[in-house]
C-alpha cells in the first residue's frame, strides 16, 4: 500500500496562506501491483487556478511500513508535471509523501490514499513455479545475502501447487565482470531451497537457477550505501532489474 499525503507550511518570500494556494495534486502510477527489484514510474501534476504551477523542488519520501530510513527520490520535469523511477526493495506496503517547492511559495499538501502492492519476485523455469526472496533487501555492497529459493510444482492454469521437493537445482551467480560461481544448495525444507552468496561492487549480479533440464534467471541489484545517503539528501539515482 502506497499511503500519500503531505505536510502543510507557510510561505518563504511570499507569506500566502496555505488555504489560499489551494493547489490541485494529481497522482499516476503506471502500476498497481508490483514485485520487489521492479521500478515503477509516478508522475506529478501540479496546478493552481487550471494553470501549471512551476516547482523549484519538488520530491517523493517513501517510508516502508515497518519503518526504518525514509528514501527520498527526487521529481523531475517530464511533460506537464514532473516523474520519477521508484524501485521497491521489500515486499509491504510503502508511505509515499509528496513534497514540492513551487516559485512563489513552499507547498505541501493532502493527497488522499493510494495503494500498491510489493511481493518477492517469482517466475517459471520449465514445469515448475519458482519464488525468490532475498535477505537483506536490499543488498549492499560487500555483504553476504541468503537468496532463498521457493519451489513449486506448476498447474495447468498457470499457478503455483505443491511444494516441489528432492529436485536437482543447481545454481549460478554471474557477477559484474562476466565471473561465474557455483553455488551449495541445500534444501532446508519442502520445496525450499537456500543458497548464501558474498556480493562484491555494487551493480546488476544476475542469478541462474537450473532445475533439472530447465533454467532461468533473476536479475540482482546490489547497492552502494554510500550513493544511497546521496539519494537520500535528493541527489544521485538508482538502477533497476527484472527477472527475464
Same mark, same amino acid.
Not at 527526487?74 to 508535471?81: A, K, S
Not at 513534497?99 to 517469482?122: A, K, N
Not at 513449486?152 to 549460478?172: K, R, W
Not at 558474498?198 to 547497492?223: N, R, S, T, W
Given at each position: 500500500? =502506497?499511503?500519500? @499525503? ?27 501491483? $508490483? ?10 501534476? #501540479? ?10 523542488? @519538488? ?10 530510513? $525514509? ?62 526472496? =532475498?535477505?537483506?533487501?536490499?543488498? @549492499? ?5 541468503? #537468496? ?6 506448476? =498447474? ?9 521437493? @528432492? =529436485? ?25 531451497? &537456500?543458497?548464501?552468496? &558474498? ?10 537457477? &537450473? ?34
Amino acid at each position: 500500500m =502506497l499511503g500519500m @499525503s503531505g505536510l502543510g507550511c507557510a510561505g518563504l518570500d511570499n507569506p500566502t496562506a496555505l488555504a489560499d494556494l489551494a493547489p490541485d495534486v494529481d497522482i499516476d502510477i503506471e502500476a498497481t501491483r $508490483v514485485e520487489t527489484f521492479e521500478e515503477v514510474e509516478i508522475h506529478v501534476r #501540479v496546478r493552481e487556478g487550471g494553470a501549471r504551477l512551476p516547482m523549484l523542488r @519538488s520530491y517523493l519520501e517513501i517510508e516502508h511500513e515497518a519503518g526504518g530510513a $525514509v528514501r527520498v527520490v527526487e521529481l523531475q520535469p517530464e511533460g506537464e508535471g514532473y516523474a520519477a523511477h521508484v524501485m521497491f526493495y521489500e515486499p509491504g506496503e510503502h508511505h509515499i509523501h509528496f513534497f514540492g517547492m513551487p516559485q512563489r511559495h513552499r507547498l505541501s499538501r493532502e493527497m488522499g490514499d493510494r495503494e500498491i502492492d510489493v511481493f518477492r519476485r517469482h517466475q517459471l523455469v520449465g514445469p515448475y513455479w519458482v519464488e525468490l526472496e =532475498l535477505m537483506p533487501a536490499p543488498v @549492499s555492497e560487500g555483504e553476504t545475502a541468503h #537468496v532463498h529459493l521457493m519451489i513449486f510444482d506448476l =498447474l495447468l492454469d498457470g499457478t503455483p501447487g505443491a511444494p516441489a521437493a @528432492s =529436485l536437482n537445482v543447481e545454481v549460478e551467480m554471474h557477477d559484474l565482470d562476466g565471473g561465474e560461481a557455483s553455488l551449495d544448495v541445500e534444501e532446508e525444507a519442502l520445496g525450499e531451497y &537456500e543458497v548464501r552468496y &558474498e556480493f562484491g561492487e555494487a551493480g546488476m549480479y544476475e542469478l541462474h537457477v &537450473e532445475i533439472e533440464e530447465d533454467g532461468g534467471k533473476f536479475h540482482i541489484p546490489v547497492i552502494d550505501p554510500d550513493a544511497d545517503d546521496e539519494n537520500e539528501n535528493g541527489e544521485g539515482g538508482g538502477g533497476h532489474g527484472h527477472g527475464d
